[in-house]
C-alpha cells in the first residue's frame, strides 16, 4: 500500500461518520438543541462533561470566538455539595463520552437528573460483546432523556492494520468536536431569534424552517450571515 494510502483511509471514515450525522442525527440535533436554547431563554444554566478521547470544549467558556453557552463542568461539581440540595430543574447537561458507560460519569447524569435537570448523551452504544460493563449499572443512554449517536466504531478504532492486534485511529474525539460546533450553531439560531420555547424554528419534518433549505441544519447550509 503506497504511502499515505491510510492516512487517506481514516480522512474517507471520517468523512463517512460526519455525512451519517448529517443524514441521521438531525432531528436528535434539533431537540436537544431546542431544550438548551429553552434553559438559556429561561435563564438557566447549561452544562457540558467530556472525557475520554474527547477534549475538555466547554474550557474554552469566555474565550473570544465562543459563544459561552455551556459551562464547564467544574463549575456543576458545586451543586452536588451543597446543603440543603440545590435544585437543577429548568436546567440542562450536555454529556460527551468516548464510551457509553463510565462509574464517574454515570454518577454525574444520575445526581443531575435526581436534581431536575434534562441530561444528554452524545455518544454511541457499545457492543457489550466487545466492551462489557464492568459494574452493574445503566449505560449513558439509559440514564439520559436523549442521545445523539457520534457513530463511533467498536473499540474506537477506525482502521486496521495488518500485523497489529488492535484496532487504531479513534472517531470519537473528532466527532464529537463537530457535534459540540454543531449544537453551538443551532442554539444560537433558535436563541437569536428567542424561539426556544416556541419551537417555531423548527418544521414538521425536524429541520429549520424557511426558506429552499429548510430541511438542512444550519451548520451544513454553511450559511456565515451575521445577526
Known amino acids: 500500500m503506497a504511502d499515505g494510502a491510510d492516512a487517506m483511509r481514516f480522512i474517507d471514515g471520517i468523512t463517512g461518520i460526519f455525512q451519517r450525522i448529517k443524514a441521521e442525527d438531525w432531528e436528535k440535533i434539533d431537540k436537544a438543541s431546542s431544550v438548551i436554547s429553552d434553559s438559556l431563554l429561561s435563564g438557566h444554566s447549561v452544562y457540558c462533561l467530556s472525557e475520554g478521547h474527547i477534549p ?15 459551562v464547564p463542568y467544574d463549575l456543576l461539581v458545586g451543586h452536588f455539595n451543597y446543603f440543603p440540595t440545590v435544585p437543577m430543574k429548568g436546567d440542562t447537561l450536555l454529556i460527551m463520552g468516548q464510551f457509553d458507560s463510565s462509574p464517574f460519569v454515570n454518577e454525574v447524569a444520575a445526581k443531575c437528573k435526581v436534581l431536575g435537570a434534562y441530561t444528554i448523551f452524545v455518544g454511541t452504544v457499545a ?37 497489529l492486534e488492535v484496532e487504531a485511529c479513534p472517531t470519537a474525539g473528532i466527532t464529537s468536536i463537530l457535534l459540540f460546533h454543531v449544537l453551538n450553531i443551532e442554539v444560537a439560531e433558535k436563541v437569536s431569534r428567542g424561539a426556544g420555547k416556541s419551537g417555531s424554528t ?26
Do not use: H
Not at 140 to 161: M, R, S, V, Y
Open 56 to 70: 475538555p470544549l466547554a474550557n474554552s467558556f469566555g474565550t473570544p470566538g465562543n459563544p459561552n453557552f455551556f
Open 127 to 163: 457492543d457489550r460483546k466487545v466492551i462489557p460493563l464492568t459494574m452493574p449499572m445503566l449505560s449513558l443512554p439509559q440514564l439520559c432523556d436523549l442521545t445523539i449517536d457520534a457513530f463511533t466504531p467498536p473499540i474506537e478504532g477506525l482502521l486496521n492494520f495488518p500485523g
Open 202 to 227: 423548527s418544521d414538521a419534518k425536524g429541520g429549520p424552517s424557511g426558506g429552499k433549505d429548510a430541511e438542512t441544519p444550519l451548520f451544513f447550509r454553511g450559511l456565515a450571515e451575521k445577526r
